[in-house]
């Protein structure tokens, strides 16, 4: 089991900018396919970047596509969610989760990741 913790939310207006990084412990983060998935308020957790373990390949859904971008640094054991032209509707709790499975086809799911952070929050003001 992984520690995660997340980091770099706040409130922002529409049409801003923000990174959020989400440190992982442990010697293993590098063998880790890692997503970041939100929740609204009333709504289900929602997918929104997924890259694999190498970084190599990273996954998006229509919502977010051509806005966020998933990066990771292996030798700092951090992956990072930098995300432009944020809308009200991107108002949600942040959760950064870790997959050791190694399955690349469950990674749009909250049941392919065995680790999650504490979450934070993005508020996107009009």
């Known amino acids: 089991q992984v520690q995660l913790v997340e980091s770099g939310g706040g409130l922002v207006q529409a049409g801003s900018s923000l990174r959020l990084s989400c440190a992982v412990s442990g010697r293993t983060f590098r063998s880790y396919h890692m997503g970041w998935f939100r929740q609204a308020p009333g709504k289900e957790r929602e997918f929104v970047a997924a890259?694999?373990?190498?970084?190599?390949?990273?996954a998006y859904p229509d919502s977010v596509k051509g806005r966020f971008t998933i990066s990771r640094d292996n030798a700092k054991n951090t992956v990072y969610l930098q995300m432009n032209s944020l809308k009200p509707e991107d108002t949600a709790v942040y959760y950064c989760?870790?997959?050791?499975?190694?399955?690349?086809?469950?990674?749009?799911?909250?049941?392919?990741?065995?680790?999650w952070g504490q979450g934070t929050q993005v508020t996107v003001s009009s």
């Open positions: 989760a870790a997959s050791s499975s190694g399955s690349w086809g469950q990674i749009t799911t909250a049941g392919g990741y065995d680790s």
């Open positions: 890259i694999r373990r190498n970084g190599g390949i990273a």
